[in-house]
């Protein structure tokens, strides 16, 4: 199917009715096609979203950590076709409301708002930011419960995907507590004023896109499956990682000190 | 103008100048990119490279970036006898908010600038990307390192030192609170090709609802809005003017926009209809406004209201659109913005006394 975007002006049309699918909303007004965007499989989509609310998975801790990659698998689109918020409002309409019904109670930036409350953008930016290269395991890492994807996640530091990666492992690896990653959120940002975040862990941009594989057109089977693999593009050095996590655990005394104030 | 000072506890430099040049896009040889650029004089000292008016499909933009500054400036911030190279590194950080793109690119000190080459894909961004030049700290100090100046120096590797003017890379021009309903052009009024707009040259902007679609045409000879328009800085004249334009524009604009549409009813005499205006742009907006009335009434009770209104009560029913073009535009946002870029601005100056 073309892909179209959605104005925003439908915002005014949308009411707990239509979140409940109780009426049908007319996007006809509101529809625009994408100049030059290409095509979604849509029956891909619906048929992975379908999959992931039959496996009765726990959805503040297992969903999105198994269906976040697999979305981003399934919806190979640029980067700059992501930043259009219509076309997740259109995507939301078309295959996404019985996940984001599963999911949450009726809001409307879950249809309407910006990458992070969108119901369907987040799943696909979370993956894109967290992945390393073809390695989506990151992603999981990040999505373990909402406190870990908030704070590795929505901040501005967080389109640093090194640092969104670093984030991730030390959660995982320290077990941390909704608390412990406030603080540590909160003394990354106050650092940043005098920091630089790529300087503390440089990784060179990566020119290079794979090709092949943002081109190629997967088969539900094959993102359901137990391991998809993103493309082979902006992978992380090590370095880069590892250096970050050092820095964001020599903050980490002090947000303890500040915790027990 | 009054000059904004960041304070830091440690010598910090904003003396950073940066320059893009020599555009080009390696899939297409010889292609020319129409690069313009708007400068502005506000407390950020952003610069605007306005790609938006391409008239082709670009895939990849690669350039050239120089970073210098004074050579005493620098000399402030390396100890006595440091060698500036290995002491001091310098980035260009490339940051697309809409695609959450951030990265940044170290450049290769030589003869006193530091030169880089920088690419963009044109599907990894959109809207406007920000190239901000800033140096930092490559090692970490020994302790009782003796600065030049007698003053503090960041001791610990990547610290930042300096920062330069932020150049503002336009991709698609702005869409501000007309929310893509209405197309924008810049055009020299002067020159314009109509009459109205050429005989009122000196007027900032003009909505023309005779088309298939409203296009709102901006003056481009009004230099000071066009540079104020595109601007990021969040404090300053041009933070404030920004604000205050948005607002002024805007108002008016959904204030006509509402008006066309509700003339745009067709409410036959004796007949219980009313017929929509045959125009999509208009009913798009009649939903707008609709939503915006109050929802006591059913559609099309508030519907017929604004008929009767403009039939027998404009003096009731202009007001009354004016006060939702406020909302939908969200006028007190916008003046309480500007107000907030004024106040900051005049904090950090009070600050820096």
């Known amino acids: ?261 | 103008m009054p000059q904004t000072k960041l304070l830091y506890p440690y010598e910090y430099s904003s003396q950073i100048r940066l320059v893009a040049r020599d555009p080009y896009d390696p899939a297409e040889e010889g292609r020319v990119f129409k690069w313009a650029t708007v400068e502005e004089e506000s407390s950020e000292e952003v610069s605007t490279l306005d790609l938006s008016h391409e008239d082709r499909p670009w895939a990849r933009i690669c350039f050239k970036v120089e970073a210098s500054m004074p050579e005493e400036e620098l000399a402030e911030l390396v100890p006595l006898g440091a060698d500036v190279s290995s002491d001091l590194h310098m980035y260009l950080s490339i940051i697309c908010p809409a695609t959450r793109l951030r990265e940044a690119v170290e450049l290769v000190r030589d003869d006193n600038v530091w030169r880089g080459d920088i690419t963009i894909r044109h599907s990894h961004v959109r809207g406007t990307v920000q190239l901000t030049p800033f140096l930092v700290r490559a090692t970490d100090l020994p302790a009782g390192t003796a600065p030049t100046s007698g003053l503090m120096l960041a001791t610990d590797h990547a610290m930042r030192v300096g920062e330069g003017r932020r150049l503002a890379l336009v991709v698609d021009p702005p869409n501000r609170s007309l929310k893509g309903l209405v197309k924008t052009v810049w055009e020299r009024f002067g020159e314009s090709s109509d009459a109205t707009r050429r005989s009122n040259d000196s007027l900032p902007f003009d909505l023309d609802l005779g088309g298939e679609e409203p296009v709102l045409f901006l003056n481009s000879s009004q230099t000071g809005m066009r540079a104020a328009l595109h601007s990021r800085a969040r404090t300053g004249a041009a933070a404030v003017m920004r604000h205050t334009v948005n607002a002024a524009i805007a108002q008016s604009v959904w204030l006509q926009l509402f008006l066309a549409a509700v003339a745009g009813l067709d409410c036959s005499e004796g007949s219980e209809e009313i017929g929509l205006p045959s125009q999509q742009w208009k009913r798009r907006v009649l939903d707008t406004l609709v939503a915006q009335l109050p929802s006591n009434l059913p559609r099309d009770e508030r519907i017929r209201s604004l008929v009767q209104m403009r039939d027998d009560q404009m003096e009731t029913l202009v007001p009354r659109l004016a006060f939702v073009a406020q909302r939908v535009v969200r006028m007190g946002r916008l003046i309480r913005d500007a107000e907030r870029a004024a106040e900051r601005f005049l904090d950090l100056q009070e600050g820096s006394a």
């Open chain 1, 1 to 261: 199917m073309i892909i179209h975007r959605v104005k925003p002006q439908v915002s005014a049309m949308i009411d707990q009715e239509v979140w409940n699918g109780q009426r049908q909303l007319d996007l006809s007004p509101y529809l625009v096609e994408v100049p030059d965007a290409g095509e979604v499989d849509i029956d891909l989509l619906k048929g992975l979203l379908k999959d992931a609310l039959d496996r009765h998975l726990d959805k503040e801790t297992e969903l999105d950590q198994w269906l976040a990659p697999r979305f981003h698998s399934a919806l190979r689109i640029a980067p700059r076709l992501a930043g259009d918020a219509g076309v997740w409002t259109w995507l939301c309409f078309q295959v996404g409301l019985p996940y984001l019904r599963h999911r949450w109670p009726f809001n409307l930036y879950r249809l309407t708002g910006d990458f992070k409350r969108n119901g369907l953008s987040r799943l696909w930016f979370f993956s894109e930011m967290a992945r390393n290269g073809a390695d989506y395991a990151d992603v999981r890492l990040v999505l373990r419960n909402p406190s870990t994807a908030q704070y590795a996640m929505e901040n501005r530091y967080a389109m640093y995907r090194p640092a969104v990666i670093a984030f991730g492992r030390l959660a995982e690896q320290r077990q941390s507590s909704f608390d412990e990653m406030k603080q540590l959120s909160k003394r990354i940002n106050a650092y940043l004023s005098l920091r630089s975040l790529e300087a503390s862990g440089y990784m060179t941009p990566d020119e290079g896109i794979d090709v092949d594989w943002w081109n190629d057109r997967p088969t539900l089977a094959e993102v359901v499956g137990k391991d998809p693999k993103g493309p082979r593009d902006h992978e992380v050095p090590d370095k880069a990682i590892r250096e970050l996590m050092v820095w964001y655990e020599s903050l980490l005394p002090e947000a303890d000190d500040e915790e027990a104030v």
